[in-house]
């Protein structure tokens, strides 16, 4: 815990403020209990996929990227509303990631290790990212902490390898930052936090002039009325709507890999998107895969989808339901069809169908009906033809396709 | 069974017009036959057969008058259709008591896996390289793997391929050891029906038109002719339909003289099968455009066009470097109809179920893949059973199936395992006096079991 309170009478605080922080651990214990339900059958799941969508910092950014926002979105703009009253509100009952990060902070008290003064980089971060999203490239949205815990679930859900260690390295390094220099992160990193400071600040300008019906004082330390901060917007303006200018023309609108159904366009997306594996997880097909470095730096631990056991079901679309961002759209069932992910194609030298084999495995696998097989009189021969409008890239035709090594009808970006 | 004919049954028979003809020369032949030492001789005399009720033009109508027709045989449990799932019924009928007779087309047991040369036994296998393709076709299988040069590839998880000839053999000799009545060269072409109840099959051959009465018809025709005769729903679907032919002296190509080609970019020739038990003989599928397997214009214009163009492309591999001694040893008798008619059951072989891998109470037996892409679904009893007539059971192809499964269920295994419910559902159903559809399952499943069907 953090308060440093000073002049009060030591006594009456004492007893109170116990009592206090007892009950918010507790909360915030429930609230990393719950994210934990994640772990459960899907039916239980959803409420624990929430959680992680209940930053405001992703919700604002979201909104301002997304140019609008999905249901996910919604919880985090309950959360704001909220710290519009009370600052910190967030991290000091529901953040799951600060009960751990207070945990490391006390081992690193304990140590004799002490937070230095710096300058609040969170409040940056914010800013650059905020600015960012105006231009659809959010930068830091992966800092969140939430975001970062979430992740860490990876391990959890059958994740392997390198993925599974990028998964849990951001929480990891989080603790241990917060046992060298104890508070740190909390106090000036955490860009969840910053955006309350931020959302505090604005509402107590409002208040101050009188505006607001609110009339209760803030009871904290009083929030950054440096002169400078306009500077700081100003700069961070610039800064961030420049990388993120920068940032999309690097990545460009075009996909080399396959996303989830539902993604924005990749620049967007890859934005967007905070890390947070909620999609990898929901998935039960076990289809959607962290990206780790196989299409670009932007695209680190990015979802992609890979068919090589099983295919994106008709059925389905619950990454698109637990996406905190938006970076995935909200799809309803029906919709399905109409979000392609990409588009089957076919690889006619080494298609069965050349050898006169009795293969009908991608036809008769295809949930759309997209593929047919037509006869020509010239060649005497079957070849494979794919419907592009009916084709949402769902990987059936892939999974099922016999041959080996390589498939002859893949699923390519669209 | 003659002795139940009612006096209105036989009215019903003749017909106002018709007069039985034929039946007293019939009854002589045999004895003639004997008597006479030259091969060419006169065998009988015939009746002249100005009253033997011929179709005759009524204005410009063709009318087939009404007649009676001669009773060639009476059985318990009547097999329309020898090939791979008519076999496996008619054994699997008699092996559980009953009397059976089986009746075929052409003058060879085996249909499309022998007449139609489809050699390579897919479907038997499943996702792990279990397999799940027992009973009376592994019992084939077996017997095929101690004759001579019958059958290669027959390893756990590998789909084997057999000679066509090795299996007509070991058909004949199958059904000899089992005691079924057998007629050959006969086409199914009628149902015998009574109300709802079908009584027995009439058939073309050239004895002229004839029944054979049966408690139970298993129509194992592939096409469904029979249960279609009957009245019984079906749908009727285009497939593709080719011509398999046979390939020669695939030992004897030349890879120097390919390799040089190569270098001079010659084409490659189209593709020339897979090996077959017979050293240096491959056999070619050929897939073929979707077609109605019903229509016999289609049929007429497809085994024309296959023919012309297996040996016009046979020419063309000829003249490739290296082939050239390559040769077409035979095409296939009979033209590789896929699917034509699939009966609409009691309960149906879906790809949903397979995906969801259902299991059904009245399981008769477990279908492969075609490699090794999924595992096992499930064939339920009703998949076998018409909706509304009875005493007629699919085997083989045209059991009831969605789309997406036929190309599973056409499978030679398959068309074993469903030909071996249908035998012995039928069987049980003669014993017990009861109509196919109340048929006692359990009592099924155990019979199976203990001839070593695989049910899951």
């Given at each position: ?13 004492f007893?109170r ?19 934990l ?27 301002v ?70 231009l659809g ?33 951001g ?11 104890p ?36 009871r ?7 002169p400078?901060?306009s ?31 539902g ?30 470095l ?15 056991r099983?295919y ?6 619950r ?12 799809l ?31 036809r ?11 006869w ?11 419907d592009p ?26 | ?7 209105r ?43 033997r ?33 008519g ?7 008699r ?22 040369l489809?050699?390579?036994?897919i479907?038997h296998?499943i ?43 070991l ?19 009628d ?16 004895s ?5 009465l ?6 194992a ?13 079906y ?18 190509i ?18 020339l099968?897979?090996?077959t ?5 491959n ?16 049929l007429?214009r ?11 492309n ?25 699917i034509?008619?699939?009966?609409d059951?009691l ?10 891998g ?10 492969g ?13 009703g ?19 969605d789309?997406?499964?036929?190309d599973?269920?056409r ?5 074993f ?18 109509r196919?559809?109340?048929?006692d ?5 155990k ?10």
């Open positions: 815990m953090s308060d440093v309170k000073s002049d009060e009478s030591a006594k009456q605080w007893n403020r116990r009592i206090r922080w007892a009950v918010r651990n507790l909360f915030r214990f429930a609230v990393l209990i719950v994210l339900q994640q772990m459960r059958s899907w039916d239980t799941a959803y409420v624990a996929y929430l959680v992680s969508a209940a930053s405001p910092f992703v919700a604002l950014a979201s909104m990227s997304a140019g609008g926002f999905g249901l996910m979105v919604l919880s985090g703009l309950f959360v704001t509303a909220i710290t519009l009253v009370h600052r910190r509100w967030f991290c000091h009952w529901m953040c799951p990631t600060g009960l751990l990060a207070d945990m490391a902070t006390r081992v690193g008290r304990q140590c004799g290790r002490s937070c230095p003064k710096v300058t609040p980089f969170g409040q940056w971060i914010v800013l650059l990212t905020l600015f960012g999203a105006l490239y959010p930068m830091f949205l992966w800092l969140d902490p939430l975001a970062l815990l979430s992740s860490s679930l990876a391990i959890f859900a059958g994740v392997s390898g390198a993925a599974l260690w990028l998964s849990a390295v929480i990891l390094l989080l603790l241990l930052l917060s046992v060298a220099w508070g740190v992160w909390c106090q000036r990193i955490c860009p969840l936090g910053a955006t309350q400071d931020l959302l505090a600040r604005g509402s107590q300008v409002v208040r101050r002039e009188g505006v607001a019906f609110v009339t209760r004082v803030d904290s330390t009083p929030v950054d009325n440096r400078g901060m500077r700081r917007f100003v700069l961070g303006a610039v800064v961030g709507v420049g990388w993120a200018a920068a940032a999309r023309v690097v990545i460009g609108k075009k996909t080399h890999c396959i996303r989830p159904p993604a924005l366009e990749e620049a967007r997306f890859v934005g967007l998107c905070v890390r947070c594996g909620n999609c990898v997880r929901a998935c039960p097909t076990d289809i959607l895969k962290p990206d780790i196989q299409h670009g730096v932007a695209s680190l631990m990015t979802p992609v989808v890979e068919f090589d099983d994106c079901r008709e059925d389905c679309v990454c698109t339901t637990v996406c905190p961002s938006g970076a995935l759209w909200h309803a069932l029906g919709d399905k069809v109409n979000a392609r992910i990409g588009l089957a194609r076919v690889a006619p030298d080494i298609c069965l169908l050349t050898e006169d084999r009795e293969c009908s495995a991608c008769n696998s295809c949930p759309f009906e997209a593929i047919t097989y037509l020509s009189d010239v060649e005497y021969m079957l070849t494979v033809k794919i409008s009916q084709c949402p890239g769902c990987g059936a035709c892939e999974v099922a396709c016999p041959t080996t090594p390589t498939k002859a009808i893949v699923v390519v970006p669209s | 069974m003659g002795d139940s004919f009612s006096r049954d036989w009215l019903r028979m003749i017909g106002a017009t018709g007069v039985a003809a034929g039946l007293g020369a019939s009854g002589a032949t045999d004895a003639t036959a004997q008597e006479s030492g030259f091969q060419s001789s006169v065998i009988a005399e015939h009746e002249v057969q100005a009253n009720a011929s179709p005759s033009m009524i204005g410009d109508k063709v009318i087939q008058p009404r007649r009676e027709l001669p009773v060639l045989h009476h059985t318990d449990v009547l097999v329309v259709g020898g090939g791979p799932a076999i496996c019924a008619a054994l699997a009928a092996r559980a008591g009953a009397d059976v007779t089986i009746v075929e087309r052409y003058g060879h047991f085996g249909g499309l896996w022998t007449g139609g489809v050699l390579l036994v479907g296998i996702e792990g390289g279990k397999q799940v393709c027992q009973g009376i076709g592994e019992e084939m299988m077996r017997r095929l793997d101690k004759m001579d040069g019958a059958i290669i590839d027959r390893r756990p998880g590998v789909n084997p391929t057999v000679d066509a000839e090795a299996v007509k053999y058909m004949v000799e199958m059904i000899e050891q089992a005691n079924l009545k057998v007629f050959l060269h006969c086409w199914g072409v149902a015998i029906v009574n109300g709802d109840a079908v009584q027995g099959a009439v058939f073309e051959s050239k002229g038109r004839q029944a054979i049966a408690k139970v018809v298993i129509d025709t592939g096409d469904g002719d029979l249960f279609a005769a009957a009245g019984a729903e749908q009727h679907r285009a497939h593709n339909i080719g011509l398999v032919s046979r390939v020669g002296n695939m030992d004897r030349d890879m120097d003289r390919i390799d040089a080609a190569k270098a001079s970019g010659t084409r490659k020739p189209r593709y099968g897979i090996h038990p017979v050293a240096g003989v056999w070619a599928n050929m897939r073929g455009p979707e077609a109605d397997g019903l229509d016999v214009e289609v007429t497809l085994e024309l066009a296959h023919r012309k163009f297996i040996w016009k046979m020419q063309k591999v000829r003249k490739t470097p290296g082939y050239e001694q390559v040769y077409l040893v035979e095409t296939a008798p009979q033209l590789g109809v896929r034509t008619r699939v009966l059951g309960s149906s072989v879906t790809r949903k179920d397979l995906k969801a259902t299991r059904f109470t009245d399981v008769v037996g477990v279908g893949a075609c490699s090794r892409e999924h595992g096992a679904w499930q064939i339920p009893y998949a076998l059973v018409p909706r509304k007539i009875d005493n007629v059971l699919a085997a083989g192809r045209c059991i009831s199936v789309m997406r499964m036929a599973l269920v499978l030679i295994p398959n068309c395992v469903t030909g071996h419910a249908a035998g012995v559902a039928a069987a049980v159903a003669v014993q017990d006096g009861c196919p559809r109340d048929v399952v359990p009592k099924v499943q019979i199976l079991k203990d001839q070593g069907a695989y049910l899951g």
